[in-house]
């Protein structure tokens, strides 16, 4: 199983990005997604994650109400919509797949690379 984030870049506060998380490999629909932050100088941090059905989602406090996280498991693709955008937003997000969800990275099997987010005040 492979992972690959996009859509990451340069944004300024209040702005809005949608991520990508594209999976290759066999059973994508029976896998969970989380994605996961880390700032420079910090420890990677829980952001959300969707269950393999899409019923099941959670957010970390600090992103509830402003990003979304979806998925199509018609094109093995999890999307993680962040709107009105914060500096404190500013992080490196992985996307991560695994048989069960939950909010600590070691619950989760496999990792893509990571992409940018920057947000400029």
């Known amino acids: 199983v492979q992972l690959q984030a996009s859509g990451g870049g340069l944004v300024q506060a209040g702005d809005s990005l949608r991520l990508s998380c594209a999976v290759s490999?066999?059973?994508?629909?029976?896998?969970?997604v989380g994605w996961f932050r880390q700032a420079p100088g910090k420890e990677r941090e829980f952001v959300t994650y969707i269950s393999w059905s899409g019923y099941t989602t959670d957010y970390a406090d600090s992103v509830k109400g402003r990003f979304t996280i979806s998925r199509d498991n018609a094109k093995n693709t999890v999307f993680l919509l962040m709107n009105s955008l914060e500096p404190e937003d500013t992080a490196v997000y992985y996307c991560?797949?695994?048989?069960?969800?939950?909010?600590?990275?070691?619950?989760?099997?496999?990792w893509g690379q990571g992409t940018q987010v920057t947000v400029s005040s």
């Open positions: 490999g066999r059973t994508f629909s029976s896998y969970a």
């Open positions: 991560a797949a695994g048989a069960r969800y939950g909010r600590y990275w070691d619950e989760y099997d496999y």
